[in-house]
């Protein structure tokens, strides 16, 4: 049974910056793509970043240059350091794992981040 654990929502203002981390309960860490996405009121949810196990990343063209995805191999654990949050960043963020082997796909409960003056 796979377990995404995730932390660091809250609100902030617009330019502000918040960090999310999401700790993975698995056996074989490295096995996994780990990605972050969201979803706004309204809206699909959309990727946002995601890192390899060589700790590859990709980012959707809204976030390139303000948000930045790293792994911790030791702790299991992926992170997203967001920068100058803008009012369109609110949204429900989402934790995501990819077994690469198995091609089993697991999501976290979501946390909430809140963009507003």
């Known amino acids: 049974q796979v377990e995404l654990v995730e932390s660091g929502g809250g609100l902030v203002q617009p330019g502000g910056s918040l960090t999310l981390s999401c700790t993975a309960y698995?056996?074989?860490?490295?096995?996994?793509?780990m990605g972050w996405y969201r979803q706004a009121p309204g809206k699909e949810r959309e990727l946002v970043a995601r890192i390899t196990d060589g700790s590859g990343s990709s980012y959707a063209d809204s976030v390139k240059g303000r948000f930045a995805i790293s792994r911790d191999h030791a702790k299991h654990t992926v992170y997203l350091q967001m920068h100058s949050l803008e009012p369109e960043d609110t949204a429900v963020y989402y934790c995501?794992?990819?077994?690469?082997?198995?091609?089993?796909?697991?999501w976290g409960q979501g946390t909430q981040v809140t963009v507003s003056a």
């Open positions: 698995v056996d074989m860490f490295a096995y996994y793509i």
């Open positions: 995501n794992a990819y077994n690469m082997r198995s091609r089993d796909d697991y």
